[in-house]
């Protein structure tokens, strides 16, 4: 202890200030269909080709900072907000695009085609409840519509 206390102990330097925060690390799957993965109970998402595969995720809370990673590879850095949807809209085709923003894409073609898409739309969304009030809408609709 003496020739520590006369020989070590000034050349060791003061501790930081702040405490040191280690990451957390977590595996977390690329869905197939929508390309996001889930963190914090919250969806983010990656390009096209890291669909359907695993990812790690490396979390400090200190800066809300999210890496995300591919073996050893960083491909995204996100920001955790209060957001419950976070994306790049570059990660997806122009049409989705658009459906990620709240709007819909539009429908080119006749009358009887628009409804027709609104109605297998409507049938896949909404269910068979409103298809009929789609089909009595459907015969007061103007003729260029």
Do not use: C
Not at 8 to 32: D, G, N, T, Y
Not at 54 to 70: G, P
Not at 84 to 106: A, L
């Amino acid at each position: 202890m003496q020739v520590f206390e006369e020989t070590e102990k000034q050349s060791l330097k003061p501790l930081p200030k702040e405490r040191f925060e280690a990451p957390v690390w977590i595996q977390a799957h690329v869905h197939r269909g929508d390309q996001m993965f889930t963190f914090d109970k919250k969806r983010y998402s990656l390009p096209a080709i890291y669909r359907g595969q695993d990812v790690w995720l490396r979390y400090t809370a200190k800066n809300k900072l999210l890496r995300v990673f591919s073996g050893r590879r960083l491909i995204r850095e996100y920001i955790v907000t209060g957001k419950v949807i976070n994306y790049v809209p570059e990660d997806y085709p122009e049409g989705k695009r658009e459906m990620m923003n709240g709007g819909f894409p539009g429908i080119k073609g006749t009358p009887s085609l628009k409804i027709g898409f609104v109605r297998s739309w409507s049938r896949l969304v909404l269910g068979q409840i409103y298809v009929g009030a789609l089909s009595f809408a459907h015969n007061r609709l103007p003729a260029d519509f």
